[in-house]
């Protein structure tokens, strides 16, 4: 007989021996002392989570351990050396980008995994040896702080950009790169409110020849001081771009080809590219045509504005200008 919304009782359930899933129990409540309300449709989520690692533990050995589906939570602190995630899914999520950093690169290959929560700042990188079916030893060079190959990743809430240690103020690599190799299936990888600085190349991707098409979502992330934005290397990538702010590039978005460009520009959407001291040389370019694609402000919402960074130097790259509002990445 208590009123709505009252609290009548809490409990705790540890769940013991069950798999990772999701569960819709009935839950009993005592109302009256004669008798039970059945209430159903809880649904209450289990899942396979390594332990949270703390500052000095190998985020490496927790991926060795882990199984495909677990989660693995990485607290606050600095972790060196390179993570590769091979051949299953596991989720690797810090605590924030300004608290979880990884001084290394990270490789995801065959796996459709989660990063997010943290900051990479990566070295020159080594070479990833593939082999599958169709391949017997190929190398790709892994100088990017994210290599996703044949892998429908996402990328949420992370800082990307060279070791500063390393680099300086130097551009190096890539922020994130993806490749899709032949005979693979179409991925939708998705790259969503992070913040990639100081690349020869913000975000690449690479669609093979034969292989699938690389589509998904790159959506309100901030790329500033990227020699390249975006590139789009091959004739079958072509996400969803909106919503992003891109500044200080030679080319915001470079496409190699020609090839469905209608296609591809009718997806690049609400972005702000940049105008006076954050200007790019080319908002979008492409190679076969040797033109820019866009005349801006468009139809699709892209603009060119100064986005008015709050504190640019101490990272905070919350946009002030108000055209800006629903543009870019904004990190907690």
Known sequence: NEPAGETIGAFNWTPDGFSAGVYEPVVFVARTASGLCAFQGITISVEDVIDELESGDSIQDAVDAAEHGDVIYVANGEYLGDICVSNRDVDILGQGPFGTVIKGNVLFSDSDSLIGDLSILYNSGEYLTYSDQHYNGLKLLCDAGITAVNSEISIENCLIMPDPYLFGNSTYGKGIQIWNLYGSDRIDPIIENSLLLSAETGIYLFSQAFGGAIAGEVKNNTLD???????????????????????RSEC??????????????????????????????NDAWCDELRAEQLVLPDASGNIEKDPEYYDSENLDYTPLNQDCEDKGCRLD
């Open 252 to 281: 915001a978005i470079h496409l190699t080809y020609d090839s469905l460009i209608t296609e591809r520009l009718g997806k690049i959407a609400n972005n702000c590219f940049g105008a006076d001291l954050f200007d790019n040389i």
């Open 225 to 247: 001081s990227n020699i390249n934005g975006i590139i789009m290397r091959m004739h079958a990538e072509e996400p969803e771009i909106y919503n992003n702010i891109i500044t």
